[in-house]
């Protein structure tokens, strides 16, 4: 089956859109990619949408708020199929189904609470194409921790291709999460901490900037060591998988008011860390660790990482894979899953009790 996949992720800087032919097990090969950025408007109203979203105690519930975030989500998502069928030349009947993830805007498994915005009927309704959407409730429900979703599309990524075990995938997006995929093709899956997201948001605070490009910052700050070290010993990190976090759950405010180039490094440093900090999970360390998300373009990053691990750090890319639309890829194979009741989580992804399957299928 041909499937769009749709990711509008913690970093807010837009949705990705891929193609997809899969049978929901295998993937049979990777179609074209396409983007829609939010303006900076978009954007600020996503942040607050954010804001207001931590105050949740209803997954169904929209303030005013909220409804227009909703609204926004829904037609930037349509939007963008709609410009990538158009620039691709396929027509809506090419498509056999949306997998359409929504924006986050609360994560609090142990609540029994992951809220993510986007109107999955109005998207049908708009593209006429069958969407598959709320792919993290039934996980919830189920005593599950809703994420990571990815591992699935991992393991059949790895299995297509000739890596060496134990190996490690990790996602740097806002947040950052890891499958380890053992000898015996053994999954394990869970959120790391911190990806990108505290970066942007120091960067953004002090400079105005988005991001820190190339790393370049960090690359030229002094990471604070003791702070590095107090950082480690929150219980996030000590905790055993399954575990997953929120977008806002640490703050760049923790590194004080230093030079931005040093918060950067401590930050960026941090990030690395809690990333290494996986291989305890695991009896044998993965010996390739493979970075995707928008991680994999700050060498910085992937430079600590190579340090702190003392293992090869290779991106998506030099595996053929693509880092900024994997899990746009993602998501149309765990509609297609969905579509054929095949589990999307695990014991060993979300701690969930039995392999599950989600999402709500509007046909
Ligand atoms: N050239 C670059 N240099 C440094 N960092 C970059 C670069 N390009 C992207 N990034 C980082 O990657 C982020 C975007 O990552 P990505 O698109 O994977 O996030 P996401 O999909 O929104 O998040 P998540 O996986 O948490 O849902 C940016 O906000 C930025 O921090
Ligand atoms: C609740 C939520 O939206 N979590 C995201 C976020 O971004 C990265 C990490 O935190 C991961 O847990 C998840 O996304 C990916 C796509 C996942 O579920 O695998």
């Known amino acids: ?25 295998t993937i049979a090969g990777f179609g074209p990619t396409g983007y829609r ?5 978009e954007r600020a109203l996503l942040r607050a949408a954010l804001k207001e979203g931590a105050q949740l105690t209803d997954r169904t519930q929209r303030t005013p708020l909220l409804a227009r ?10 939007e963008a199929v709609e410009l990538f069928l158009e620039r691709n030349g396929l027509s809506r009947a090419d498509i056999g189904v949306v997998g359409f993830h929504g924006q986050t805007v609360l994560h609090r498994p142990a609540l029994g609470l992951t809220v993510q915005i986007g109107d999955g009927e109005a998207l049908r309704q708009r593209l006429g194409i069958p969407v598959v959407y709320d792919l993290r409730q039934a996980d919830v429900a189920a005593g599950g921790q809703g994420a990571p979703l990815v591992p699935v599309f991992h393991r059949a990524l790895a299995a297509a291709a000739a890596l060496p075990r134990p190996l490690a995938v990790i996602n740097i997006g806002g947040v950052a999460n890891v499958t380890l995929i053992g000898a015996g093709e053994t999954l394990l899956a869970f959120d790391t901490g911190p990806g990108n997201a505290l970066i942007d948001d120091w960067m953004g605070e002090r400079t105005g900037e988005r991001m820190d490009e190339g790393g370049a910052a960090a690359a030229r700050g002094r990471a604070d060591e003791a702070l590095l070290a107090w950082l480690l010993v929150h219980p996030f ?6 575990k997953s976090l929120d977008r806002n759950a640490f703050a760049f405010s923790i590194v004080g008011n230093v030079a931005t180039e040093d918060g950067a490094a401590t930050l ?12 305890d999970f695991v009896r044998e360390p993965p010996v390739l660790w493979i970075v995707c998300g928008g991680g994999a373009k700050n060498p910085e990053l992937l430079r600590l990482l190579a340090h702190v691990t003392g293992a090869e750090i290779r991106t998506g890319e030099d595996v053929g894979w693509s880092s900024d639309f994997l899990e746009a890829q993602a998501f149309a194979y765990l509609a297609v899953r969905s579509l054929k009741s095949l589990p999307l989580t695990y014991p060993s992804t979300t701690g969930v009790k039995e392999p599950l399957t989600g999402g709500v299928i509007l046909a």
């Open 69 to 78: 975030a909703d609204a926004l989500v829904t037609r930037a998502h349509a």
């Open 37 to 41: 950025a939010y303006s900076d408007d």
């Open 237 to 242: 990190f000590a905790k055993p998988p399954p």
């Open 1 to 25: 089956m041909r499937a769009i996949g749709l990711m509008s992720g913690t970093s807010l800087d837009g949705v990705d859109v891929a193609l997809l032919d899969t049978d929901g097990e």
């Open 268 to 279: 960026t440093a941090f990030t690395a860390r809690s990333i290494a900090r996986a291989a």
